[in-house]
């Protein structure tokens, strides 16, 4: 499985942005698909996760500001990213279950205050 991640950028505080990922890869059944974060010099933390029936997942620290949603047919998994703050600036990375996990290359999601 092979996961493209894209929607980073450059956003003032209090703005938003909207990542995607599309997983490709043939003969691959995807179960839980997710987004997390790694900030300089912190450890990769999950934010984020939606199962195959669509019912979301949220780290305390981005629930209500944050909405994943899934398109199963693409393989896609969409986070919205709304009212900003300096720390939510990371990379942003995507993932894909199945018996195995893969992550893709991530996106630079960067706030300004």
């Known amino acids: 499985v092979q996961l493209q991640a894209s929607g980073g950028g450059l956003v003032q505080a209090g703005g938003s942005l909207n990542l995607s990922c599309i997983a490709s890869g043939s003969g691959v059944r995807i179960t839980f698909m997710g987004w997390y974060r790694q900030a300089p010099g912190k450890q990769r933390e999950f934010i984020a996760g939606v199962t195959t029936g669509g019912d979301p997942y949220y780290a305390e620290s981005v629930k209500g500001r944050f909405t994943i949603s899934r398109d199963s047919n693409k393989n896609t998994v969409y986070l919205q990213l709304n009212s900003l703050k300096p720390e939510d600036t990371a990379v942003y990375y995507c993932?894909?279950?199945?018996?195995?996990?893969?992550w893709g290359q991530g996106t630079l999601v960067t706030v300004s205050s």
């Open positions: 993932s894909a279950h199945t018996t195995l996990a893969y």
